[in-house]
């Protein structure tokens, strides 16, 4: 593969001109693509075939007036400290600002003084508003009369404000993503001391971005995408697209160095650095794809789409960097830094292997023991969805959450649904009614429910229509309000209790009721992806080991490697637990209150950073192994490949955690939570485990860390991943010229 690798890396660099044409078209052609066919995408998660999803299945079906997917808006006006919200005037006032509504195209609004949606100490009422359209469908005129509502309230007195997603979601300059970039070129900048150069991984991770972004942006119009797999991609894009042309460009930079023609010094950087990206990549990508074990469509697009992101960012490194090194010319390394970073750098390499060796085995314990104590905070661990509740605290949508939790309880903004499905039932409404009846008993019995809502009426007129309802459509839904937030634990208890109670109706009532609402999806989902979460960490495990048994031909080294990255994960979501769930630092990251852990991950950080995580073994411990083939004894190995290639790994940690960190600055609880988790994975991945914890093993084991059955070695293709293959053939062919030193 290296010699092909080579043989595309000077191609590129002599014939840039055609590479860059070429890319230049099919840019061109993607945002054309994009701009025509782009769709929207989708903010809610489902998943088919658990009990939360079925009942929203069957709502759908038999009462589509009550399943309409369009946005949704909850307006919350409070009176003013010693007024109450129905007194004339301001009741008025509320009637008047609704009045703003009658003119937009909404399926329903509520008046909250006839459905008695006012707070006990009558200061606080609500409306809800459903629209036809989805959220990234309405119109800007209806999106005005909603904040028209608001600003009608407010001139009369009152304080409005409105929560769910109909109103546009307000944009704030990618401050933290300008942060990593700068900090990125910062870090290129001190590596090859050239602020050019420095530019280059830059340049072609934003290009590759483009390129990514687009391609997801035209998939819209086919297939169906949520919102959150661009941020994942355009996470992603940046953080490998740096990385992988970092590791490029400091090969290249050490050919030029050594006297090699510049189209050769290219070609051969692509043919060995290039070599240990495309397994690098291939890693990531593995891990990436087999979020679909899951069997979790919204993780199947995520995973699908940053693999995209991570392909497209090792044929830019593999192509159009070398394109625009041969565009450059000798000036790729212009602009020099007046100082000589290399030669420190690597003194540095030296000195931190080299105590490492003479300690190896403090070393190792000691590593151990300080990820197992960050990882302390795992074993409390709580999942769940993304509501209003963590979004800033200045925002409308927090302001509402907050207000309604107050007036109306904690478990008001996370209400479950019961749904009685009596279409095989002889006598319907006596099925709703035991039904009710064990609920009203729960009620009594503890105090984990709130309000009840029943679908019964004391007055015959009224409870005739109920039943005739019922005939038609063969469903009756109650409404269960806990007395703990969406995402408290007694909540989730409630939901186990509820089930349990409600799964025995007697079999002459021939119903059966399931118990739903968006709180309970989430914990079917989190439930679910526990679930499955050892069937995936197994396959991506598994594939990867096979990856690395062939590249590294050694049994033990990527079973240390795999071992390593569970240390990385611990340290990752114990940090995360620890700042999200129990507020530690939080403020640092823009924090304002504490909440469970997103549910979905767990399971997407394992997939990024286990691919993540073998980037920096292949490119660490290539250079070992590349030292051991040669002859050098085991421990002198492990010595000179870690300073050779130290280095470029650090700055590329550091560049990774930069841009990860830059997204767990954003106000996107998605992303945040994402970031802040990426960027200590990769911390504690790159400096704990892959130069502390690793090379200690490897001294202590030596030779046998490189045992290989001879079976085995036999049948395994040879990758020759550190290009010995590649070098050998050009310099029998041609041998260097070396070339002045002021070339470059």
């Given at each position: 593969?290296?010699?092909?690798?080579?043989r595309?890396g000077?191609?590129?660099?002599?014939h840039?001109?055609?590479?860059l044409?070429?890319?230049?078209?099919?840019?061109?052609?993607?945002v054309?693509g994009?701009?025509?066919?782009?769709?929207?995408?989708?903010?809610s998660?489902?998943?088919?075939?658990v009990e939360?999803?079925?009942?929203f299945?069957?709502?759908?079906?038999?009462?589509?007036e009550s399943?309409a997917g369009?946005?949704?808006?909850r307006i919350?006006?409070?009176a003013?400290?010693?007024?109450?919200i129905l007194d004339?005037e301001?009741?008025?006032?509320v009637?008047?600002?609704?009045?703003e509504?009658?003119r937009?195209?909404?399926?329903s609004?509520?008046d909250?003084?006839?459905t008695?949606?006012?707070?006990?100490d009558g200061?606080?009422?609500?409306?809800?508003?459903?629209f036809a359209?989805?959220?990234?469908?309405?119109?800007?005129?209806d999106?005005?009369?909603?904040?028209?509502?608001?600003?009608?309230?407010e001139?009369?007195g009152?304080r409005?404000?409105?929560?769910?997603?109909a109103?546009?979601?307000?944009?704030h300059?990618p401050?933290?993503?300008l942060i990593?970039?700068?900090?990125?070129?910062?870090?290129?900048?001190i590596?090859?001391?050239?602020?050019?150069a420095?530019?280059?991984?830059v340049l072609?991770?934003?290009?590759?971005?483009?390129?990514g972004?687009?391609g997801l942006?035209?998939?819209t119009?086919f297939?169906?995408?949520?919102?959150?797999?661009?941020?994942l991609g355009?996470?992603?894009?940046?953080?490998?697209g740096?990385d992988?042309a970092?590791?490029?460009m400091s090969?290249y930079?050490?050919e030029?160095?050594?006297g090699?023609?510049?189209d050769e010094a290219?070609?051969?950087?692509?043919?060995t650095?290039?070599?240990?990206?495309?397994?690098?990549?291939?890693?990531v990508i593995i891990?990436?794809?087999?979020?679909?074990?899951?069997?979790?469509?919204?993780?199947?697009q995520?995973?699908?789409?940053?693999a995209?992101?991570v392909?497209?960012?090792?044929l830019v490194?593999?192509?159009l960097?070398p394109?625009?090194?041969?565009?450059l010319?000798?000036?790729?390394?212009?602009?020099?830094l007046?100082?000589?970073?290399?030669r420190?750098?690597?003194s540095n390499?030296?000195r931190?292997?080299?105590t490492v060796a003479?300690f190896?085995?403090p070393?190792?314990?000691g590593?151990?023991?300080?990820?197992?104590?960050?990882?302390?905070?795992?074993?409390?661990?709580q999942?769940?969805?993304?509501?209003?509740g963590?979004?800033?605290a200045?925002?409308?949508?927090?302001?509402?959450?907050?207000?309604l939790a107050?007036?109306?309880g904690e478990g008001?903004?996370?209400?479950?649904?019961i749904?009685?499905?009596?279409?095989?039932?002889s006598d319907?409404p006596a099925a709703?009614?035991q039904?009710g009846?064990?609920?009203?008993r729960?009620?009594?019995d503890?105090?984990r429910?709130a309000?009840?809502?029943?679908?019964v009426s004391?007055?015959?007129?009224?409870?005739?229509?109920?039943?005739?309802?019922?005939?038609?459509?063969g469903l009756?839904?109650?409404q269960?309000?806990?007395?703990?937030?969406?995402?408290?634990?007694?909540?989730?208890?409630l939901?186990a209790?509820?089930r349990?109670?409600?799964?025995?109706l007697?079999?002459d009532?021939?119903?059966?009721?399931?118990?739903?609402?968006?709180t309970?999806l989430?914990?079917?989902?989190a439930?679910?992806?526990?679930s499955?979460?050892?069937?995936?960490?197994?396959?991506?495990?598994?594939?990867?080991?096979v990856?690395l048994?062939?590249v590294?031909r050694?049994l033990?080294?990527p079973?240390?490697?795999?071992l390593?990255?569970?240390?990385?994960?611990?340290v990752s979501?114990g940090a995360?637990?620890?700042v999200?769930?129990?507020?530690w630092f939080?403020?640092?990251?823009?924090?304002?209150?504490?909440?469970?852990?997103?549910f979905?991950?767990p399971?997407?950080?394992t997939g990024i950073?286990?691919?993540?995580?073998?980037d920096?073994?292949?490119?660490?411990?290539t250079?070992?192994?590349e030292a051991?083939?040669?002859g050098?004894?085991a421990?002198q190995?492990v010595v000179?490949?870690?300073?050779?290639s130290?280095?470029v790994?650090?700055?590329?940690a550091v560049?990774?955690?930069?841009?990860?960190a830059?997204?767990?600055l954003s106000?996107d609880a998605?992303?945040k939570?994402?970031?802040?988790?990426l960027?200590v994975g990769?911390?504690?991945?790159?400096f704990?485990?892959?130069m502390?914890?690793?090379?200690?093993?490897m001294?202590?084991?030596?030779?046998r860390?490189?045992?290989?059955?001879?079976?085995?070695?036999r049948?395994?293709?040879?990758?020759?991943?550190?290009?010995?293959g590649?070098?050998?053939r050009?310099?029998?062919?041609?041998?260097v010229?070396?070339?002045p030193?002021?070339?470059?």
């Open positions: 593969m290296s010699w092909q690798l080579f595309l000077r191609w590129s660099f002599q840039r001109k055609t590479v044409i070429g890319w230049v078209l099919l840019l061109a052609a993607l054309a994009a701009g025509a066919f782009a769709g929207a995408t989708k903010d998660f489902e998943l088919d075939g939360s999803m079925e009942a299945d069957l709502i759908e079906e038999r009462l589509p399943a369009g946005a949704s808006a919350v006006f409070e003013p400290d010693g007024e109450s004339g301001h009741a008025a006032a009637a008047t600002a609704l009045g509504l009658e937009a195209d909404i399926v609004v509520t909250p003084f006839t008695g949606a006012v707070s006990d200061r606080v009422a609500y409306a809800s508003v459903s359209e989805p959220a990234i469908d309405l119109a800007e005129a999106q005005d009369r909603l904040a028209a509502v608001q600003e009608s309230a001139d009369a009152l409005a404000v409105i929560g769910g997603d109103l546009p979601v307000e944009a300059p401050i933290g993503e990593g970039i700068a900090v990125a070129l910062v870090v290129l900048a590596t090859f001391g050239s602020l050019v420095a530019g280059m991984p072609t991770a934003l290009i590759g971005v483009a390129f972004i687009s942006t035209l998939a119009g297939v169906e995408l949520s919102s959150a797999t661009p941020v355009l996470m992603l894009g940046l953080a490998v740096i992988y970092l590791f490029i090969r930079q050490h030029v160095r050594q090699r023609p510049l290219a070609g051969r950087a692509v043919g650095a290039g070599t240990a990206v495309v397994f690098a990549g291939l890693t891990a990436l794809c087999a979020l679909a074990v899951c069997g979790v469509s919204f993780l199947t995520m995973g699908i789409g940053g995209v992101m392909a497209v960012a090792v490194a593999l192509t960097l394109a625009l090194l041969g565009l010319g000798r000036r790729a390394f212009a602009v020099r007046p100082f000589n970073q290399q420190a750098e690597r390499g030296q931190w292997i080299e003479r190896k085995w070393a190792l314990l590593g151990v023991a300080v990820a197992a104590v960050v990882s302390i905070p795992v074993a409390s661990m999942l769940a969805m993304p509501d209003d963590i979004k800033p200045d925002s409308d949508g927090r302001i509402a959450y907050d207000l107050e007036s109306f008001f903004n996370g209400p479950l649904v749904v009685v499905d009596t279409e095989g039932s319907a709703v009614r039904v009846d064990r609920l009203q729960m009620q009594a503890g105090d429910i309000s009840l809502t029943a679908p004391d007055d015959p007129a009224i409870q005739a229509v109920l039943d005739q309802q019922l005939e038609q459509t009756a839904t109650f269960v309000v806990p007395t703990g937030g969406p995402s408290d634990r007694s909540t989730t208890e939901v209790d509820l349990e109670q409600l799964a025995d007697p079999d009532a021939g119903a059966r009721a399931l118990v739903s609402g968006q309970a989430g914990i079917d989902i439930d679910e992806l526990i499955v979460f050892p069937l995936y960490l197994a396959v991506v495990v598994g594939l990867a080991l990856l048994v062939m590294f050694s033990l080294v079973i240390k490697a795999a390593g990255f569970l240390l990385s994960v611990g979501l995360t637990v620890a999200f769930q129990w507020g939080g403020e640092v990251i823009g924090l304002d209150a504490t909440s469970p852990v997103l979905l991950l399971t997407l950080l950073l286990f691919g993540l995580a073998m920096y073994e292949v490119f660490l411990v250079r070992m192994r051991y083939v040669h050098r004894p421990r190995a000179e490949g870690f300073a050779h130290a280095r790994v650090t700055a590329a560049i990774m955690i930069a841009v990860f830059g997204f767990a106000d998605i992303a939570s994402i970031g802040f988790a960027a990769i911390l504690a991945d790159a704990l485990v892959r502390l914890i690793m090379p200690a093993v001294l202590i084991v030596g030779d860390i490189w045992w290989l059955p001879r079976w085995l070695d049948i395994l293709p040879n990758l020759d991943i550190e290009g010995e590649l070098t050998r050009l310099d029998a062919a041609a041998p010229v070396p070339e030193v002021t070339a470059h």
